[in-house]
């Protein structure tokens, strides 16, 4: 991955670190609380004119009635986790992301009833990303959470 690339996502991530840092200062010690707050969807939507245009559509067919873009992500998000749910077994023992970045779909996974047991890893290339999966994962004390190093090249 170029510098300049790395640079970004090691940017992103940081900030993520900040805002998640700041929102357990304020009292929000659940890490499903914390996930929801820091996936509140941004003011005004990049994909506003498409929308109009085009409008939502769910499972292939135009949805009337939908006026706010959020969501987009709420829905988008809901049918990763069924798909990524039915693929693993309650006997699972490691669930492992490449390029995680903080481990938004491995917490997901476990907040969504994932295998008890298993471990949980987050393999990610910069060092902010895996840093704040690791400070995300200690808000749940009975999640199994692994982060290390991982370079698609």
Not at 32 to 42: E, G, Q, T, Y
Not at 109 to 131: F, H, K, V
């Amino acid at each position: 991955m170029g510098e300049k690339i790395y640079d970004a996502y090691q940017g992103g991530w940081a900030a993520v670190m900040e805002k998640s840092i700041r929102l357990v200062e304020e009292g929000n010690t659940n890490l499903a609380r914390v996930l929801s707050l820091l996936n509140k969807p941004a003011e005004g939507n990049p994909n506003a004119k498409l929308l109009r245009f085009y409008g939502h559509r769910v499972a292939g067919k135009r949805v009337s009635g939908i006026k706010d873009h959020a969501y987009e992500q709420r829905i988008f998000e809901q049918i990763v986790q069924h798909e990524l749910s039915r693929a693993i077994d309650a006997d699972t023992v490691n669930i492992i992301e490449l390029g995680s970045g903080y481990s938004k779909n491995l917490f997901d996974i476990w907040l969504n009833g994932g295998a008890l047991d298993a471990n949980y890893i987050g393999m990610e290339y910069t060092s902010a990303g895996r840093d704040c999966g690791t400070f995300l994962a200690r808000l749940e004390p009975h999640l199994r959470y692994e982060s290390f190093a991982f370079d698609y090249y």
